[in-house]
């Protein structure tokens, strides 16, 4: 039976996954504490309760194209937490499961990781990444030329 302690979360949740499209409008620190609440509140539900609120997507064909899918999803729970025990790592959790609405949620909060990382250490986790790879990244301009990417050549909201 759920409390209202847990329909509460619940509702919080909802708010903070739906409103994910706005977050980038948001000042920074707004957009860390979102960080931190995703993470958090998500948490603190068990899988039943999360998937009360946004149900696991209806497709079935993930293994055929090695992505998740409904199967896959039910198998991470099952295997990893368990239907009715407390999730804990909320932004893993987010990261396997499939729903529409938190797979864009999901995405902001990479955004804002990586905006926490390049804060932290002057370059993004891409870039880095690039660095320690060897790869050349290119930008494209509206006309679809190219050239080298240089990150000290354009100004960020950050």
Not at 13 to 30: C, E, F, G, P, S
Not at 101 to 108: E, K, M, Y
Not at 109 to 130: L, P, W, Y
């Amino acid at each position: 039976m759920r409390n209202s302690i847990d329909i509460d979360t619940q509702r919080q949740v909802y708010w903070l996954i739906k409103n994910a499209n706005h977050v980038h409008k948001w000042a920074w620190k707004d957009r860390k504490t979102w960080l931190e609440c995703v993470d958090c509140l998500t948490g603190c539900l068990t899988p039943r309760m999360f998937n009360q609120i946004f149900p696991i997507k209806k497709e079935y064909d993930g293994y055929k194209y090695s992505m998740k899918d409904y199967f896959s999803t039910v198998e991470y729970i099952e295997e990893e937490i368990g239907w009715d025990n407390q999730i804990k790592n909320g932004l893993g959790f987010l990261y396997e499961y499939d729903n529409d609405d938190v797979l864009q949620a999901s995405i902001v909060t990479m955004e804002v990781i990586d905006s926490i990382n390049k804060r932290q250490t002057g370059e993004s986790v891409f870039e880095r990444f690039a660095k320690e790879n060897g790869i050349q990244l290119y930008t494209v301009d509206s006309n679809g030329d190219t050239e080298p990417y240089n990150p000290n050549s354009k100004l960020t909201e950050e």
